[in-house]
């Protein structure tokens, strides 16, 4: 079965730290664009970081640039978000999503994790 598992929400400090980790099974990882959303209360769901099949290319949304670093290990199937000093507004539930568009259109998602910054 098609899974991708997160780990590393919970509870930080405002200027503090944190790393998620999607793990991905059940379909071949190396060839799908990997992402990043989050998504607050009463907010859209927005892309925050993703990252190419091979790790060639990465990109942030603009409010998370020079903070945030996605990065993949196309050996472990995993995708990592390395979050730092972080803000109150950065509040969300994060989720990992799976991309391809060639030679079809496929797209998985997990559960998502939470991240709250708060004193």
């Known amino acids: 079965q098609v899974q991708l598992v997160e780990s590393g929400g919970g509870l930080v400090q405002p200027g503090g730290s944190l790393r998620l980790s999607c793990v991905a099974s059940g379909f071949t990882f190396s060839r799908y664009l990997m992402r990043w959303y989050r998504q607050a209360p009463g907010k859209e769901r927005e892309l925050v970081a993703s990252?190419?099949?091979?790790?060639?290319?990465?990109n942030y949304a603009d409010s998370v640039k020079g903070r945030f670093t996605i990065s993949r290990d196309n050996v472990k199937n995993t995708v990592n978000l390395q979050m730092n000093s972080l803000k109150p507004e950065d509040t969300a539930v994060y989720y990992c999503?799976?991309?391809?568009?060639?030679?079809?259109?496929?797209?998985?998602w997990g559960q998502g994790t939470q991240v709250t910054v708060s004193s």
């Open positions: 990252i190419t099949s091979i790790g060639v290319s990465t």
């Open positions: 999503n799976a991309f391809m568009t060639f030679p079809a259109e496929l797209q998985y």
